[in-house]
């Protein structure tokens, strides 16, 4: 119980942070913080993120010829990879999201298209009127859907946002 009491103090605050950036700028490893990290627990998910993050600057500015290195071998090498797992990780999470939020626009850009179509079809921007397109909302005449869509976009978000949700 002690050790995860322990374990879960370890947190980035503001003091952290900045130790954590003289920690960087000044290569000195922080050989207590690593002894105060209980692997097994990281390895459960107790506590995983604050610690990986406090746990960062102190393994980038270990050189090979720390002394207090070769006791702890092992423990920093597991430290490591349990960081770079969780940057992995962290990764395939964003481009999900990016692929998802991509996909979405893309389908509401369809929408707006699909709209602006049919809106042009009933406003005059039929095949045999195809020199003008008239706006269905107002009556103002475009020489092309590039302006129609744009003045839709600028002076009837409303409609366009009742039209795709419809």
Request: proline share 3%; aromatic share 4%.
């Amino acid at each position: 119980m002690d050790k995860i009491q322990n374990f879960q103090r370890i947190k980035m605050t503001e003091g952290q942070a900045m130790a954590t950036a003289i920690a960087i700028t000044s290569n000195l490893p922080n050989w207590a913080l690593i002894d105060e990290i209980s692997i097994p627990l990281l390895e459960t998910g107790v506590g995983t993120l604050p610690v990986l993050q406090a746990a960062l600057p102190t393994i980038l500015s270990i050189t090979q010829d720390e002394e207090k290195l070769n006791d702890r071998y092992w423990k920093v090498l597991r430290i490591a990879q349990l960081q770079i797992e969780h940057l992995l990780r962290s990764q395939q999470e964003l481009l999900k999201h990016m692929e998802k939020l991509e996909s979405e626009n893309e389908a509401k850009v369809l929408r707006k298209k699909n709209v602006i179509s049919e809106e042009r079809k009933t406003s005059g921007g039929s095949i045999e009127n195809s020199e003008k397109f008239k706006c269905a909302d107002c009556g103002k005449v475009f020489l092309n859907d590039t302006f129609l869509t744009s003045h839709f976009e600028r002076r009837h978000p409303k409609s366009v946002q009742h039209s795709v949700s419809e």
